[in-house]
């Protein structure tokens, strides 16, 4: 199978500087080489990690207040297109980040292929703590990361087109096809957002009391048989036992094989257009050494090998 791969080193979408590291982290890992050789994929990839240097203007004013409101929106505006690129050949595309905000690109870009190839509405599984649906009015951070979703399904507007303008309707998602899981510190505003629109999540809460097996079920069975799937996958989903090596770590998070498992079940759909994998930061490290930057980047290969295909008998 054909697997495009984007690496994006790009953090302007929240504060810490270091996420534009995971890309390198993450293939010095031996990512690429095991999709190439222990899953047979045949990727296209430009060996490049992109860092958009050119697309960077020199002064970035907040905007509503959203920090570096032109960088991200840039970034993101030319990332979709890269998405788009392999997305329209049929290839499933795999973004390694980069903070969250990048899935502004990667998300408008599949879903504009899917629209234009399948003729299809474009489902998103988000595994995160954090749902990332702030409005810039919303939001009390201002950090970007924490409004893709808002404007991917258009519940964020800006008319300016150097300010995610360039989003249009065949770049956007239905909230009715979107599903969280691994939630456990959504804003007060969010949970205004969520439920105003019924949309539909589950925390770590509901794993606890169903299990991650039911969950699963009810996941895809909400986003219904053959749809294709993005999945975005934020590493702080994960308790910082297992990826302690991210920006905004929130205890009581799933355990690695749960995060595993999400991934693999998303596989077995073959449904699976793209997937991002975000926020792994390496030059946060908590424990000595760099033992914990290494475990979180570990844990973000596993995640992806096990949505690529890795656990199949
Ligand atoms: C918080 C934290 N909800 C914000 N968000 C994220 O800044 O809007 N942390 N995504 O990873
Ligand atoms: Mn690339
Ligand atoms: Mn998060
Ligand atoms: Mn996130």
């Not at 929240?14 to 045949?42: E, F, H, M, W």
């Not at 399948?118 to 009015?137: F, M, Q, S, Y």
Request: glycine share 10%; proline share 4%; charged share 25%.
């Amino acid at each position: 199978d054909e697997l495009g791969v984007v690496a994006v080193g790009f953090s302007g979408g929240q504060c810490k500087p270091g996420v534009d590291a995971a890309p390198s982290a993450l293939i010095a890992n031996g990512l690429l080489t095991q999709l190439r050789q222990d899953l047979g994929y045949n990727l296209f990839h430009d060996d490049t990690v992109h860092s958009y240097k050119d697309l960077l203007p020199t002064s970035d004013p907040d905007y509503r207040g959203m920090k570096n409101p032109l960088a991200v929106s840039a970034v993101t505006k030319k990332l979709c297109d890269q998405v788009y690129e392999h997305a329209k050949e049929g290839r499933c595309v795999l973004t390694l980040g980069g903070d969250h905000s990048i899935a502004i690109g990667t998300i408008a870009g599949t879903a504009r292929a899917i629209r234009e190839r399948l003729d299809r509405e474009l489902a998103v599984i988000w595994v995160d703590a954090h749902t990332d649906i702030n409005t810039p009015e919303t939001s009390e951070s201002g950090n970007v990361h924490g409004m893709p979703v808002a404007f991917l399904s258009g519940l964020a507007k800006e008319d300016r087109e150097d300010v995610f303008g360039w989003l249009k309707k065949e770049n956007l998602i239905s909230l009715k096809k979107l599903v969280y899981i691994g939630l456990r510190d959504v804003d007060r505003g969010e949970k205004l957002i969520l439920r105003e629109h019924g949309i539909k999540a589950f925390s770590m809460h509901d794993i606890d009391r169903h299990g991650i097996g039911r969950v699963m079920e009810m996941a895809l069975g909400h986003i219904g048989n053959d749809t294709p799937i993005h999945l975005s996958f934020d590493v702080d989903a994960l308790d910082p036992m297992w990826a302690p090596s991210t920006g905004t770590p929130v205890r009581g998070g799933l355990t690695l094989r749960e995060g595993d498992f999400i991934a693999e079940c998303v596989h077995e759909t073959g449904c699976l257009v793209a997937m991002d994998l975000v926020e792994v930061n390496p030059t946060l490290e908590p424990g000595i050494d760099d033992i914990g930057a290494q475990q979180t980047v570990r844990s973000g290969c596993s995640l992806v090998r096990c949505a690529l295909g890795e656990s199949l008998l």
